[in-house]
């Protein structure tokens, strides 16, 4: 392990001659690496075994009633998004079993009566087929052609002269639901799109989705580079002012710097929306908890007022940070992402399953406000214990802490994410294993409350892949040769340049507020017992 000085040295160097590195080329892993690694294999293999007893083909499992849910259009997302797993796995005959399967899917349309999401297809389905094409050489030319064909599908999504893609589409008729979106949907497509370009020689696919975060990164922001939530994409215009790192805007500030990283573009408008995003969040959303100085990162709302608000969902920031921080040599950036990872990671200790809460808020020295009320008196006593009190308690298997300790210990070597790991697939054995495979918790805090009936197909892609790989060989499936999809799923990179962008915020410009119709739901998901909140209009 590297000591926090000859870190700052080396980073220096690396920016000065170098490629921008952003693993630690010196780690060691413990002998107790390949029981807990064996274990998250079993863990998957468990959990699979139960998907191909009582759901192969459909898209979740649902453990306890030992049947299926279609929530994905019924194209088999479980097996799509196990793909990239299995191969870095070495569970070669899934993996072929999986390849088998995904060259019949019928895309031409839903299987279902649902709508298809532009955003969900792309990073589950067309990121799933792109990454084990790649992972396993190029060997099975039909997960290409199968990508294609979705790809070819979610084209639609843009109409006319629109920069940004509607959200919904109807695959049967290549129709979009006209609706507003938000960043998220409409900024989460660069890595899937670019990657299908790559290979299929077809630049429409890549320029569709630069067209859209580009569209995006140089709209008036409430913040410098901060993006508003909301968009319509009938109008190309911000829908409200709401900001946020959380669900709904998550993605788009993740891939703005996956991006440049990935295709090593010169175009230096995405690394420096991102540094100019994450320089006015340390200027105004950072907040510091008043019990255990944990750092978060707050919401800010249509009025400009702060909301000490956090999620599951938003505790991959402390990884994208920390992968940033890196490209760009920046070891502020750096430090302040592993606070970040830090305080997201309490909010697992703190619990009594070891396993942290959908939605979570905190005090800090300017106050309490969350936009939903006061803290109840039990509230007030667990923040007093942890520096956070819970406000939505299920777990349904979100991979974001998980996926930023991986970063952290891919970063830095320290071997407390390898503990904080263990912790996981300990918890994870202990509470939610069922007879025939594994499901979400009603309340991490009340063992009582029971089991959510449902097996996510992130499941497979990100949870069981992060906590893999922090057991595995640093080596294999490199940060400095792969980027993540928003799904975990891995596109190889080229060598990485020296620097990533021009180190200059990108100017302000003035914001009005507008109004327009409601925003769409944010990671819609049936099982949640509270939907989570969507800013009003």
Request: hydrophobic share 40%; net charge negative.
């Amino acid at each position: 392990m590297i000591s926090a000085g000859r870190l700052v040295v080396f980073l220096a160097f690396a920016g000065s001659a170098f490629a921008a590195n952003v693993q630690n080329p010196r780690i060691v892993l413990p002998p107790s690496a390949n029981a807990n690694r064996a274990a998250v294999e079993k863990i998957f293999t468990e959990s699979y075994a139960a998907y191909t007893k009582f759901a192969f083909g459909h898209d979740d499992l649902s453990p306890l009633s030992q049947s299926f849910s279609d929530g994905r259009n019924g194209w088999g997302a479980s097996i799509v998004d196990a793909m990239s797993t299995m191969h870095i796995m070495g569970l070669n005959d899934l993996f072929l079993e999986a390849v088998n399967f995904s060259s019949k899917i019928d895309f031409s349309k839903s299987q279902t009566p649902d709508t298809v999401s532009v955003f969900e297809t792309t990073i589950r389905y067309l990121g799933g087929l792109l990454s084990a094409f790649e992972l396993s050489g190029q060997q099975f030319p039909i997960l290409l052609e199968k990508a294609k064909e979705v790809g070819d599908k979610l084209a639609f999504a843009w109409v006319g002269s629109n920069d940004v893609p509607f959200g919904e589409l109807v695959f049967a008729t290549n129709t979009p639901q006209i609706a507003t979106s938000n960043i998220a949907e409409a900024g989460t497509l660069t890595l899937e799109f670019e990657t299908l370009t790559k290979h299929t020689g077809n630049q429409t696919y890549a320029n569709l989705a630069l067209k859209s975060v580009s569209h995006i990164a140089n709209l008036a922001s409430p913040l410098p580079g901060l993006a508003a939530q909301g968009i319509d994409p009938s109008t190309g215009e911000f829908v409200g002012g709401y900001v946020t790192w959380g669900g709904g805007s998550d993605s788009y500030f993740e891939y703005l710097i996956k991006h440049a990283r990935l295709s090593n573009t010169d175009n230096n408008l995405f690394a420096d929306t991102w540094h100019t995003a994450v320089d006015s969040s340390i200027k105004t959303l950072l907040r510091t908890s008043t019990v255990g100085n944990h750092v978060y990162l707050a919401d800010f709302d249509d009025s400009r007022t702060i909301l000490h608000i956090g999620s599951h969902l938003a505790c991959y920031y402390g990884g994208n940070w920390l992968l940033g921080g890196r490209l760009l040599n920046n070891q502020t950036i750096v430090n302040i992402a592993l606070e970040l990872v830090d305080a997201c990671w309490n909010t697992y200790a703190g619990d009594a399953t070891g396993i942290g809460p959908e939605t979570f808020a905190y005090i800090s020295s300017d106050g309490n406000f969350t936009g939903n009320g006061l803290p109840t008196a039990a509230q007030l006593a667990f923040y007093e214990k942890h520096g956070y009190y819970v406000t939505a308690s299920d777990y349904i298997q979100r991979p974001e802490v998980l996926e930023s300790n991986f970063y952290a210990f891919r970063v830095t070597g320290d071997s407390k994410y390898l503990d904080r790991a263990a912790s996981a697939v300990q918890s994870f054995n202990k509470f939610l294993m069922t007879p025939t495979g594994f499901a979400g918790l009603n309340d991490v805090n009340n063992i009582g409350a029971g089991l959510i009936d449902d097996t996510e197909s992130f499941w497979f892609a990100e949870v069981l892949k992060y906590l893999f790989l922090t057991f595995d060989d640093p080596n294999h499936i490199s940060l400095d040769n792969f980027v993540f999809n928003t799904e975990a799923h891995p596109f190889m990179a080229p060598p990485a340049k020296a620097v990533y962008g021009s180190g200059i915020l990108t100017p302000t410009k003035p914001f009005q507020l507008k109004q327009g119709p409601p925003l769409p739901a944010i990671s819609p998901n049936p099982k949640l017992p509270k939907p989570l909140p969507v800013p009003p209009q």
